[in-house]
DNA sequence: GCGTGTGGGGTTTTT
DNA sequence: CCCCACACGC
């Protein structure tokens, strides 16, 4: 991109006081104008604590901090809304009856609740009820519906305003929570609205078409005095429908924000046009849609590759033999190369097929490391450190080490305790061995006290630990690893990541100016995505939600079949099967110079092969933007290089014992007779192999 | 009453 | 493939 803004970014990043909406098509250079204008502001003499930059992913808030830093050298706030609500609410929530030092349940934590509220309630275990009323109650607070405003539905109506008072006796909030209840915090308290609205008086919110009604109204309570919002985004890429995140937003920007400027950035200075051509012809098959059309000087490019495999093993072993091709021949690093997927768990078979030829790979998303259960076990100790309340951490933590208190006893005590701090009740029911019609046998008894005991005792050496200490402490205290050595397949692993807890909050304290345990357990539950700790170059595996916002020299974007992709959940819903074109339309404007569109035939879906059809979206391609790639056209290039057999020629991939898969560069005579060059991507390093010597092979 | 083993059922996307 | 419910044996 040339040094100077186009005149559209540059009219956006002038933009001083009052509403501006940029409408950033994909690749337009959005952050750049979010940057260059957070620095005007500053530079105009703007304090960088008037201002908050609301982000939807930690990671986008975590790159825009260091961008500011970088540019000016001064913190401004970035965050997402859930730790902005997080942030508020930890400072104001007593205004609504809550207590200011609430836990933060994850999907995980919040469902285990849920659970009990349904057996509580006798409700049939039917399969899905609990997902589906986990997602009635998330869809209800994200739409400001309170637990006591549902009429329409009995069951819910019971089932809701239970879950929400459990969460309260447990001093918890779910994510929802820290929306919704910041929401009321503002609608009930005139002082916190009032003390809010003058603490931040230049409001950025960026991918604006994802906002839900909660943040939509987070967002206009916190500039409704100063009007000074700055909103950025793309109603193409909204994909979080399912997360209530509501489009129209974007749309009625105008209408909520009389008077409001309008920019629309749709110069794209990251794709060749093939492929962004493709990409606007596909969303233009959006029905509902403004209508924008993006633009690139960048020239034609490459054409977009149709690879139909026979089968997902194939289309992974095309992915793996395509980047080597591409390492080899454009010099492209791993690092800029990614595979997008619509589900995580199509991960996997690309794994495989990386893991053979050594191709470093790293998977960005999924099951993060803060989810894994040995972490979770550590944190819920740490959780009952600082709790007496937290019924889902004293319920994890019960029973490690095993205690001789089962399942039944459990019960028994959490229903004595009527709601009351689950801690507190066991130190009672502990010492007098009988409590509100429960009583322990002498097991029991022993081990709830052991249980105590363990608690008590982190509690005690808290104070002179500082984080890290304490960790290792309830590692030992409650002989952690020979619990997990009770299952030796996973040991190795879960103590690596046990070590690895250690290591990061020994890390976090470093950086902190006042670390605390409150504060570091409140960063971890908002944590929920893995962060990428770099460790050489790697490709990238993600799904296409977690594309976003990124961008790529070389794309391949894959399982482009129908159920799939678009997800059989969509099929019957034109505005489901929309959101699936715009997540199509993400993956395809990440791509810079190559991008590939694979599909399979068959597919193993949960045991049995199934067979496939061509995703609709690839015949929404104009034809002239794709290049044909199929397995059997590749299968008869290859038989006919077997003549070669005998000897490599350049563009070949070869397997070398130690090094690993690596392609021939150079083949040539020299004083060992036919020697090659050959280059190991995954190390990134040529050697110069003699053939009688170094015995090669195919893949 | 407790803990362990097994079998069956369910799997979109994320803060 | 992973999680949970259920049943069985201690």
Not at 118 to 140: T, V
Not at 493 to 520: C, T, Y
Not at 563 to 580: C, G, M, R, T, Y
Request: aromatic residues 8%.
């Amino acid at each position: 991109m040339s040094n100077a803004l186009n005149p559209a970014q540059q009219s956006a990043v002038e933009h001083v006081e009052g509403p501006l909406l940029v409408l950033a098509g994909a690749g337009s250079g959005k952050t750049r104008v979010v940057t260059h204008r957070i620095a005007r502001l500053i530079d105009l003499g703007i304090l960088p604590s008037d201002i908050l930059a609301v982000t939807f992913t930690n990671k986008a808030a975590d790159e825009m901090r260091t961008r500011i830093r970088t540019l000016k050298n001064v913190q401004a706030l970035a965050c997402t809304f859930h730790s902005l609500g997080a942030r508020i609410l930890r400072e104001s929530i007593h205004e609504l009856g809550y207590k200011n030092d609430f836990t933060i349940y994850d999907e995980e934590d919040s469902e285990k609740l849920l659970k009990g509220c349904l057996n509580q309630l006798q409700l049939s275990e039917e399969k899905g009820i609990l997902k589906q009323i986990r997602h009635q109650i998330s869809s209800a607070k994200n739409d400001l519906v309170g637990p006591e405003e549902v009429k329409d539905d009995p069951l819910f109506a019971q089932v809701y305003p239970l879950y929400q008072n459990k969460l309260k006796e447990c001093n918890a909030l779910d994510f929802d929570d820290l929306l919704y209840l910041t929401v009321r915090l503002f609608k009930e308290s005139e002082r916190a609205r009032n003390e809010y609205q003058n603490r931040w008086l230049f409001v950025l919110i960026d991918e604006y078409q994802d906002t839900n009604l909660a943040q939509y109204t987070i967002a206009k309570t916190l500039v409704d005095r100063h009007k000074n919002i700055f909103a950025v985004g793309d109603p193409d890429q909204s994909i979080y429908s399912w997360r209530g995140a509501r489009y129209q937003n974007i749309l009625n920007f105008e209408s909520d924000f009389p008077g409001a400027k309008v920019v629309t950035l749709d110069q794209n200075y990251r794709s060749t046009n093939c492929i962004l051509q493709a990409a606007n012809a596909l969303i233009c098959h959006n029905a509902n849609r403004y209508d924008k059309k993006l633009w690139s000087a960048l020239g034609e490019g490459s054409k977009i590759g149709a690879y139909v495999g026979q089968n997902e093993r194939e289309e992974a072993e095309f992915v793996a033999h395509k980047i080597f091709k591409h390492v080899a021949d454009d010099h492209i690093s791993l690092n800029e190369i990614a595979v997008f997927y619509r589900t995580n768990a199509q991960s996997r078979t690309f794994e495989d097929a990386l893991l053979s030829r050594r191709i470093a790979y790293s998977i960005i998303g999924g099951l993060s490391f803060y989810q894994r259960k040995e972490i979770k076990d550590i944190l819920s100790f740490l959780k009952m450190i600082v709790s007496n309340t937290d019924l889902i951490s004293f319920l994890r933590t019960i029973h490690i080490p095993k205690r001789g208190l089962g399942a039944a006893t459990i019960e028994k005590i959490v229903e004595a305790a009527q709601g009351s701090p689950i801690f507190s009740f066991c130190e009672e029911l502990a010492s007098r061995g009988e409590m509100n019609g429960v009583k322990l046998g002498n097991r029991q008894r022993e081990g709830l006290k052991d249980y105590i005991h363990v608690v008590r005792s982190l509690r005690n050496k808290r104070p002179g630990l500082n984080l890290h200490e304490l960790i290792s402490e309830v590692v030992s205290e409650t002989r952690y690893l020979s619990y997990l050595q009770e299952d030796p397949e996973s040991f190795q692993d879960r103590k690596e990541n046990v070590d690895e807890l250690i290591g990061k909050a020994a890390e976090w304290e470093e950086e902190q100016m006042a670390p605390s345990l409150n504060h570091f357990l409140e960063e971890l539950s908002l944590r929920t995505n893995q962060e990428n700790r770099e460790q050489g170059p790697s490709i990238k595996l993600m799904t296409l939600h977690n594309s976003k916002g990124l961008e790529f020299k070389l794309v391949f974007l894959v399982g482009l079949e129908e159920d799939l992709f678009p997800h059989v959940n969509s099929k019957d819903d034109p505005q489901a099967i929309e959101e699936e074109r715009r997540l199509c339309y993400v993956g395809m404007t990440r791509a810079k110079r190559h991008l590939y569109l694979c599909s399979t035939i068959y597919r193993y879906m949960w045991g049995s092969a199934r067979m496939m059809r061509p995703s609709r979206f690839l015949k929404e391609i104009p034809t002239q933007y794709l290049q044909s790639l199929s397995s059997s056209s590749l299968r008869k290039v290859e038989v006919e290089e077997e003549p070669h057999a005998e000897g490599f020629m350049p563009g070949d991939e070869v397997v070398h014992k130690e090094f690993g898969t690596g392609v021939i560069q150079k083949a040539y005579q020299g004083s060992f007779g036919l020697t090659y060059e050959v280059l190991f991507p995954h190390s990134g390093t040529t050697r110069t192999l003699a053939a009688k010597y170094a015995k090669l092979q195919s893949p």
